[in-house]
């Protein structure tokens, strides 16, 4: 075995014979023997070859920088080994990377070559013998302005992960009928100008447990700001599965997409061009209150769907978007854009605080915060507690009718005592006549605290008959209860009493 150079000797690459472990990185490799990768792994200029190609550890790499691998009548379908050993990167510089084989051998079917385990460095590696050359079983990925083009019907992933960092070209998987994923799919985007594009139709192999994670550009997405700088787009139909949406980032479809299965929103932006969402379907967006997650409706159409959860809050029927939109229950903090998401069969919504909290938040402030522990007008006082004692959740001047006196109440006497009154919700029951009264409606409990010292609130508290004297009306759905601290009549000491609310 020997080498002969081609070129000059200025570092031209030549054309290497002998046993692949003992290749230069500027070697172009030929030759019909089975092939070894260094231990430790190794780059070569490229590869023309016609015997196995095999890994001596999982961890080992094979990087061919800029060259052509061709496989010919090889009977065993396999480049690497059956454990699905070794790495092949391609592209370290400018190259292209071709998946050739051709002049079949019995032993394997037309374009049965296989990759196990992919890196694709700022360059194209293209299929040129046939589907499935790159094994079902791999997770494909793609660093800088990297191209992944297949052929052939279709062609199986475990996943796709977009790394743009250093490329100023568009990171992108193409080509062929179909690609179907059985895993997740990760993007993490570095340039503002350079968006990875998936655009071959993208099947999610019958099932909705993918994640479809898009990291945020360095430049920052607030989440709430239209003008957020895309992440990801997949411009081919997807169908046949759902997804989650995963990453402080932007995922846009520009597809008319098939899929039926639920589309959750969990973090970050879905940001869709077309009303292709399936009318059966399920829409979650956020999965916890106070969830940083948006669906962009940019289109001017209405988008039918079965049901929809904000934050985990099954939603009435009705027609939603945001505030640029013609929908009924506008709300910019789950939605942008001036399309319109209708719902079909939703859940009415019952609960008391969450009707409270359509009425008096989002129908006057669609993007302020509705959650119980929310502060929209930054008082001091949650939204639960304004609901509790008739506040005002948008308004830092009135968070609720809770009043300290010294008055005379209904014991025996008229000597003035340290006096709390306060509004409850309409029906509230007779407080208890515990240390700390108590009492609970409307899905929230009440409890009244009395103290000396303020060292803890051990002190013992009355229930009076409501002292209203100078006091504004309860207002509508509510009522005044007063509360007394024990032993201070007359006021011999200083004395202190609060009321919780908790749900």
């Not at 479809?212 to 700088?229: D, F, S």
């Not at 399309?339 to 302020?368: C, E, M, R, Y």
């Not at 029951?429 to 009395?450: L, M, Q």
């Amino acid at each position: 075995m020997g080498f002969a150079a081609v070129g000059t000797a200025g570092g031209f690459p030549g054309t290497y014979h002998g046993a692949l472990a003992a290749a230069a990185a500027t070697d172009n490799v030929v030759g019909a023997s089975a092939w070894v990768v260094k231990t430790g792994g190794q780059t070569i200029n490229s590869m023309v070859q016609t015997g196995n190609l095999t890994f001596a550890a999982a961890s080992d790499t094979l990087k061919i920088d800029s060259g052509m691998l061709t496989q010919n009548a090889q009977t065993s379908p396999l480049l690497g080994t059956a454990s699905v050993r070794g790495q092949l990167t391609s592209g370290l510089g400018t190259g292209e990377l071709f998946l050739i084989r051709t002049n079949e051998g019995s032993g394997g079917a037309a374009g049965a070559l296989q990759i196990h385990s992919v890196i694709i460095d700022n360059s194209v590696v293209t299929m040129q013998g046939g589907a499935q050359q790159i094994a079902a079983s791999n997770i494909v990925t793609l660093n800088g302005g990297a191209t992944l083009t297949m052929v052939g019907a279709n062609n199986t992933l475990a996943g796709l992960v977009f790394n743009s960092h250093g490329g100023k070209t568009t990171p992108t998987v193409t080509g062929g009928t179909k690609l179907t994923l059985t895993g997740d799919l990760t993007a993490t985007p570095t340039d503002p100008s350079v968006t990875p594009l998936i655009s071959v139709v993208l099947d999610l192999n019958g099932s909705a447990a993918h994640d479809i994670t898009v990291a945020a550009l360095p430049e920052g997405n607030v989440i709430n700001n239209r003008t957020q700088l895309n992440g990801l787009t997949i411009s081919a139909v997807i169908q046949n599965g759902g997804f989650t949406k995963k990453g402080n980032g932007v995922l846009t479809l520009t597809g008319t997409n098939t899929y039926t299965g639920d589309t959750v929103v969990q973090e970050g932006i879905l940001s869709l061009t077309k009303a292709s969402l399936a009318d059966a379907s399920i829409i979650r967006i956020g999965t916890a209150p106070g969830a940083a997650a948006v669906l962009k409706l940019d289109h001017t159409l209405t988008d039918t769907v079965a049901n929809l959860f904000i934050d985990g809050v099954p939603m009435p029927a009705g027609t939603y978007g945001s505030s640029t939109s013609t929908a009924t229950n506008k709300d910019d903090a789950t939605f942008a854009g001036s399309g319109v998401l209708k719902v079909t069969s939703g859940t009415p919504v019952t609960d008391p605080f969450n009707l409270w909290a359509q009425t008096h938040i989002t129908a006057l402030n669609p993007s302020a915060n509705t959650t119980p522990g929310g502060d929209p007008d930054i008082d001091g006082a949650s939204n639960l507690a304004e609901f509790a004692f008739n506040g005002n959740p948008l308004s830092a001047a009135d968070h609720g009718k809770v009043f300290v006196l010294t008055a005379d109440s209904d014991d025996v006497g008229t000597a003035r005592e340290l006096i709390l009154t306060v509004a409850v919700r309409a029906g509230t029951p007779v407080f208890s006549a515990d240390t700390s009264p108590k009492a609970s409606h409307d899905g929230i409990t009440y409890t009244i605290e009395g103290s000396t010292t303020l060292n803890g609130f051990p002190g013992k508290v009355n229930v009076v008959s409501p002292v209203t004297t100078g006091l504004p009306a309860a207002g509508t759905g509510y009522e005044y209860r007063s509360f007394s601290l024990n032993n201070s009549n007359g006021l011999p000491t200083t004395g202190f009493l609060r009321a919780k609310v908790t749900q």
